[in-house]
Each structure stands twice: as structure tokens, then as C-alpha cells.
T-cell receptor, first 111, second 113 residues
Framework: QKEVEQNSGPLSVPEGAIASLNCTYS??????FFWYRQYSGKSPELIMF????GDKEDGRFTAQLNKASQYVSLLIRDSQPSDSATYLC???????????FGTGTSLTVIP | NAGVTQTPKFQVLKTGQSMTLQCAQD?????MYWYRQDPGMGLRLIYY???????DKGEVPNGYNVSRLNKREFSLRLESAAPSQTSVYFC????????????FGDGTRLSIL
């Protein structure tokens, strides 16, 4: 079982819709969770991070964390074609003090 | 406004050759990281340095060595390159280790023939 799992997609949504990206993790002791966006051929760039259960909003992005279910998600409201990219979920695992990334979900926003 | 700078951007090696990838950050960050990214495998942590003077193994350390030269610089060395080490290598830094977001360099595309 991988430490961090994401659906690889591709996920396609029409412009203006809500895109929902999901991530599960295996280490129940994990405390820090990050979402990165990666355009093809580029490096990952941070979108959001979340530490506490519940929702955290930043502009069109909302991160949701449920530690009991070991689940973290990213919602993108009013999706734009420029949001088309691969979204990476990352978790800091207290077990062994390691960082784990999921394989990413490819999102395409259709104009 | 450089952030994290990696050199070189591209490199082709022959099996058995050695090479050092360089990384420097200008954000006064304490922690630095080396990752590799392969298709279908995602980013995998090779080594990290939580603070100047310390280094620790990540998920896939075999075949690599690192040096935290000073607070700004963190290098990754391949002593005897193998085709399995063909990958894109990313260096990252964060203010502190653990709960701080990481900032990535542009990557080094390394091919080993």
C-alpha cells in the first residue's frame, strides 16, 4: 500500500465548474498536508497547506482535511483553463519523519 | 528573486560515470531536500537536510550521497551512475522541516545511457 494515494485521472471539467481532487494517506499520525500544482515540464508549486481538520479556503481553492478518515481533498471553484495541470498531494509522515507525494491527478478544464 | 537554483538543467551521462547536482537557495531556509520524479511514480524523497550540518535518508537513498555544504547549498552526488537513475531531479527548501511548505527548483533532467 502506498503512503499517499491519488486517482491519476485524467479528470475533465468544463470551465466554470468545480473540480474536486482527492487524496488518502496511510499514516494516521501524519500532521501536515500540502497541495502542489505542476504544469507539464515544470516544477511543483505550492497551492495550499492544511494542518487541522475541516476546511481552509484561499481564493478559488478550498482544502478539506478529515484525519479520522485519513482523507484530504482540494476543491477548485470556477475552474479556468489555466488550472489544467497535475495536482500533487503531499503528506509529512511522523513515522520515520518522511515526506510522501502522491502520483498526482491530471486535471483538464475544457473551455 | 531566484528562490531555489539548480544546476545543471540537463545532463547526459554514461553508465558508471559520476556527477554532482548542485542546489542553492537564497530564502534563508533551514531545510533542504532532494527528490526524483519518474513517470507513474510521483515525487520520491532521496535525502533531506533538516538543518545545516545534518542529513538523513529519504525513501530512495540507494546510489546517492549528499552534502549540506552550508545553509544555502545542498548537493546530490551519483558516484557510479546507472540507467535506473535516469529521472528528473528536484531540489526543494523550506523554512523548517515538517510542517512548512517546500519551494522547488526548476529541476535537472538527467539521462544515463
Amino acid at each position: 500500500q502506498k503512503e499517499v494515494e491519488q486517482n491519476s485521472g485524467p479528470l475533465s471539467v468544463p470551465e466554470g465548474a468545480i473540480a474536486s481532487l482527492n487524496c488518502t494517506y496511510s499514516d494516521r499520525g501524519s500532521q501536515s498536508f500540502f497541495w502542489y500544482r505542476q504544469y507539464s515540464g515544470k516544477s511543483p508549486e505550492l497551492i495550499m497547506f492544511i494542518y487541522s481538520n475541516g476546511d481552509k479556503e484561499d481564493g478559488r481553492f478550498t482544502a478539506q482535511l478529515n484525519k479520522a478518515s485519513q482523507y484530504v481533498s482540494l476543491l477548485i471553484r470556477d475552474s479556468q483553463p489555466s488550472d489544467s495541470a497535475t495536482y500533487l498531494c503531499a503528506v509529512h509522515s511522523n513515522t520515520g519523519n518522511q515526506f510522501y507525494f502522491g502520483t498526482g491527478t491530471s486535471l483538464t478544464v475544457i473551455p | 528573486n531566484a528562490g531555489v537554483t539548480q544546476t545543471p538543467k540537463f545532463q547526459v551521462l554514461k553508465t558508471g560515470q559520476s556527477m554532482t547536482l548542485q542546489c542553492a537557495q537564497d530564502m534563508n531556509h533551514n531545510s533542504m531536500y532532494w527528490y526524483r520524479q519518474d513517470p507513474g511514480m510521483g515525487l520520491r524523497l532521496i535525502y533531506y537536510s533538516a538543518s545545516e550540518g545534518t542529513t538523513d535518508k529519504g525513501e530512495v537513498p540507494n546510489g546517492y550521497n549528499v552534502s549540506r555544504l552550508n545553509k544555502r547549498e545542498f548537493s546530490l552526488r551519483l558516484e557510479s551512475a546507472a540507467p535506473s537513475q535516469t529521472s528528473v531531479y528536484f531540489c526543494a527548501s523550506s523554512a523548517y522541516f515538517g510542517d512548512q511548505p517546500q519551494h522547488f527548483g526548476d529541476g535537472t533532467r538527467l539521462s544515463i545511457l
